[in-house]
T-cell receptor, first 115, second 112 residues
């Protein structure tokens, strides 16, 4: 199984809502990533989890809250978002061999619209 | 910004022709990776080249890396309509975990 799955595929939420994005992989990867991609722009790294610990936070606003309940699951909790947060949110995973070059496997993304 | 640059931003060629995309980056890297993305979908990994490698091949893909110029190129030979997509390079540094910084991307259109 070389697949990263993301749910939901589409999400529309108001600025006062609380919602969560979910990402799952069963490749035994120990690093998982959240990226944000605006239209016609490259993906931008938000968070990296390595061995279920937050390793990198790219100064993301606190209205985005990541969680890694176990090595296969990654969540992104959303609260009080702004319309400019509307984007494609991509999850990825990789093997995370210390100091090694690893391919990242991406999920199909969640298209988020904030009204 | 640590983001790299890619050129051209858009490339339109006839089926069967070769397509070349270039990428530059700003910092020292551990490796450089190329990804393809179809119409706002997830990214598909194409090829990874390590900082101590100069050239790598995979099927119709050829990637070069020049660390002295901080640049890379992706060549797609004998292009097909199915190659129509956006192509991104991503330079990787190891900061505990591997951190990818993506270039701006090249939008490739293959005309039948």
């Amino acid at each position: 199984d070389t697949e990263v799955t993301q749910t939901p595929k589409h999400l529309v939420m108001g600025m006062t809502n609380k919602k969560s994005l979910k990402c799952e992989q069963h490749m035994g990867h120990r690093a998982m990533y959240w990226y944000k991609q605006k239209a016609k722009k490259p993906p931008e790294l938000m968070f990296v989890y390595s061995y279920e610990k937050l390793s990198i936070n790219e100064s993301v606003p606190s209205r985005f809250s990541p969680e890694c309940p176990n090595s296969s699951l990654l969540n992104l909790h959303l609260h009080a978002l702004q319309p400019e947060d509307s984007a494609l949110y991509l999850c990825a995973s990789s093997q995370e061999r210390q100091g090694a070059s690893d391919t990242q496997y991406f999920g199909p993304g969640t298209r988020l619209t904030v009204l | 910004s640590q983001q790299g640059e890619e050129d051209p931003q858009a490339l339109s060629i006839q089926e069967g022709e070769n397509a070349t995309m270039n990428c530059s980056y700003k910092t020292s890297i551990n490796n450089l990776q190329w990804y393809r993305q179809n119409s706002g979908r997830g990214l598909v990994h194409l090829i990874l080249i390590r900082s101590n490698e100069r050239e790598k091949h995979s099927g119709r893909l050829r990637v070069t890396l020049d660390t002295s110029k901080k640049s890379s190129s992706l060549l797609i030979t004998a292009s097909r309509a199915a190659d129509t997509a956006s192509y991104f390079c991503a330079n990787a540094r190891i900061q505990g975990a591997q951190k990818l910084v993506f270039g701006q991307g090249t939008r490739l259109t293959i005309n039948p």
